[in-house]
């Protein structure tokens, strides 16, 4: 019916789409928390969230939203995909990081934090945790430190035209592997145990159940894969690739986490700052040579 047309296309209403999705589930919450500042409904759905190894091949972490919000969503996140659409990273004052040059730092305790694991030892040693000293902990690439001046006043900026780096978060199918090799292992010492003698089907069965988790994990991970670090982004890359077909970054590197993401980057800034400082200072000497120069003298 027309009117279910319109309906549909009307802000907050239609059905859950998906718009971004996100290996790190803590840029998924950052760009949910920023739609609902901006009064839009969105849902963050972990397909795998039991087990974090299938989370890739389950579909990863999705961001959705009304189908109605759809255009609104795309201009808030298109600033930044993955980061607050505000300049907040650049302006805001306090305590920065110093080794990403990002705001989000904290005078707090030790945090044990990711797994189940972490978070289970973290229940338990909670009555420790609280003769520990604070220190200043960055919650954007997990730098640790004590003197709050220690950090930037403001984060290196790029000059106009300089490109934007981003990363090859490089990934391995290692946890695919493993499950893969567990569930061939399983049915292989099934059948190596019916076909031959109890005694010598046993002993290989067992070889077969043990042997192949590992022959699994192995090839997964030798069977890496790249994807862009920009939060939010995560899109793969092959290896003739020299920017990200998505985002526009230009790939200046590999990290191995999606934390690196934020220190790295702020390497590349101060390197390219630094080279930029180096060939202004080169400049200035030959113009003060040239002007120091005798009249007439050779050039």
Not at 29 to 35: E, I, N, P, R
Not at 94 to 123: K, M, Q, W
Request: with cysteine; proline share 6%; charged share 25%.
């Amino acid at each position: 019916m027309p009117y279910r047309d319109k309906l549909d296309a009307a802000s907050g209403t239609g059905k859950l789409i998906t718009v971004r999705r996100y290996l790190d589930p803590v840029a998924a919450q950052m760009d949910s928390t920023l739609l609902s500042a901006n009064g839009i409904e969105s849902h963050v759905f972990e397909a795998a969230s039991y087990n974090p190894m299938l989370s890739g091949a389950a579909g990863g972490t999705q961001l959705q939203v009304r189908e109605g919000d759809l255009q609104r969503v795309e201009r808030l996140l298109e600033v930044h995909p993955g980061e607050s659409a505000s300049n907040d990273d650049e302006e805001a004052a306090g305590v920065r990081c110093p080794r990403c040059e990002l705001p989000y730092c904290f005078h707090e305790r030790l945090r044990l934090e990711g797994s189940s694991a972490a978070t289970a030892l973290s229940i338990l040693a909670a009555p420790l945790m609280l003769f520990l000293p604070r220190r200043w902990h960055c919650h954007k690439c997990g730098h640790v430190w004590d003197d709050p001046k220690e950090g930037p006043a403001a984060m290196t900026k790029l000059e106009e035209g300089d490109p934007r780096p981003v990363f090859r978060l490089r990934r391995a199918h290692s946890g695919m592997g493993l499950f893969l090799g567990l569930l061939a292992g399983f049915c292989g010492a099934i059948l190596v145990a019916a076909a031959l003698p109890r005694g010598a089907g046993g002993e290989l069965a067992f070889a077969v159940l043990l042997g192949a988790p590992f022959v699994g994990w192995a090839v997964g991970h030798w069977w890496q894969y790249d994807l862009c670090s920009e939060p939010g982004c995560r899109t793969a890359l092959t290896s003739d690739r020299s920017e990200c077909p998505r985002c526009g970054g230009a790939i200046a590197g590999v990290v191995r986490s999606a934390d690196e993401h934020h220190a790295a980057a702020a390497d590349f800034r101060r390197e390219l700052s630094a080279l930029r400082a180096a060939d202004r200072a080169r400049e200035g000497e030959k113009k003060k040579r040239r002007k120091n120069r005798p009249a007439g003298a050779a050039g």
